[in-house]
């Protein structure tokens, strides 16, 4: 007679899974290398760039920030002979596998800037994420204004760009 009681007790773990699930809102993302580049009095827009590493397959799909009138994710890449920008509607993080945002590739674009962001101080950015079930999730940031890469990520020559 206890077949009644195991069906029950399977709906209970089941519903505590879901429920841990949904109580779990913290984005599964690192975020290491952040910076933003600073900008001059009437600039209206600029980037942020960071390494993001999801420790389970997610998927960048905007960005805030109060500092700009519009935040989003945007990919540069070269066509012919023409570096052009466009935004995207989301970015995949694979699980385990970090992924670069940096000048010439994604990057988060900070437009209709309030201010010139001066170098030294902070942009408070927060990123959302979407997972593979449709749940969001989102990390905020204070990511440090720079006038230029920071020296550790380096290597960035400018070979390639001979005719
Ligand atoms: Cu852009």
Redesign the pocket.
């Known amino acids: 007679m206890n077949f009644p009681r195991i069906t029950s007790s399977l709906l209970v773990a089941a519903a505590l899974a879901s429920g841990l699930a949904q109580a779990q809102t913290a984005a599964p993302v690192t975020v290491d290398g952040a910076w933003v580049r600073a900008s001059v009095q009437g600039q209206k ?1 600029t ?1 942020a760039f960071m390494r993001l590493t999801a420790s389970e397959a997610t998927r960048l799909v905007g960005a805030a920030s109060p500092a700009a009138g519009v935040t ?1 994710v ?1 990919e ?1 890449k070269m066509e012919g002979d023409v570096m052009k ?1 466009r ?1 995207v509607t989301g970015l995949d993080l694979p699980a385990g596998q970090a992924v670069e945002l940096k000048p010439g590739g994604y ?1 988060v ?1 900070l437009m209709d800037l309030k201010a010139p962001l001066a170098k030294g101080s902070t942009v408070p950015v927060t990123l959302t994420f979407k997972n593979a079930q449709g749940a969001e999730s989102k990390l905020e940031l204070q990511v440090p204004v720079q006038a230029q890469m920071p020296a550790m990520q380096g290597g960035h020559g400018s070979h390639g760009m001979h005719k």
Do not use: P, T
Request: proline share 0%; no cysteine.
């Open positions: 827009a980037g989003e945007h540069m920008m935004a990057h674009m």
